[in-house]
């Protein structure tokens, strides 16, 4: 039986790879022949057009295209934990500038502690469970050093974020009438930050502190999840005043949390913002 059409029969599972046949042209394009790049040691192919050679290693070509999207993306990446910081953080103006240098312990207590905290951010990379509890009366510190720990160890490319606990609940109240972000994916924000920082926890206003309590579920569910990462907690009350301030089971249960896995330091002292004009 004749074909139609002048048809041609296509040879099956033929493959043509440049360099099989010098006279192989496409479009004005023509293929020289393949080459060693001095650079890579790989072979490429080298063509030319209108008699003009063309000869660049694929391979080396391929490679800085790669270089510079993984540069790109490790400048993105050292810059991620600024930018959450940044917009997740709630820190108070004066101590911006807050660091292990700029505190001046007066106590062999406050000596331990701030060496403590000096200690924890040494072995962060090792150790990424830690809580740490600091308790003491208003002005003895422990905001100073909680926030100069959080910078300590966003320079070393952790996603660290400061917060007081009010603050924390208002950014979540706060999707309540907005559609910028969800409750959801807030919290997720500081669930899963290497480190969390809840300055001054307790201080916040609990209207109901049954176990219907919007604010206490939404705290422990927080600290819940976080009783296998690094967090550092700050507190003008003792672990009986913090049970009692949640009330019910929620308080139980957020204390309990919080003591897992903790390092409790106490700071005892005088009020620094009052004796030194804050």
Known sequence: MGMENDEIPVPQNVKITAGEG???ELGGVKFVENRICETCGREYPVYSRNGIETSICIHCENDKVQQEMQKAHDAATKKRPHAIMKRFSFV????RQASFESFKAETPEEQEALQ???NFVKNFKDDQT???MMSGSTGTGKTHLAYATAREVIKQGYV??????PELLESIRDTFSNNDSSQAEIKKIYKEADLLVMDD??????????DNSWVAETIFDIINARTTKATIYTTNLSGQALTQHYGGIHGKRIVSRIKNNST???LVGRDRRVDDGW
């Open 22 to 24: 010098k006279g192989l």
């Open 92 to 95: 108070p103006d004066e101590i």
């Open 116 to 118: 403590q905290l000096i």
């Open 130 to 132: 830690r809580t740490i």
């Open 160 to 165: 660290a974020i400061f917060v007081t606990v």
């Open 201 to 210: 926890i307790g201080a916040e206003y609990v209207r109901d502190n049954s």
């Open 264 to 266: 409790a330091i106490q």
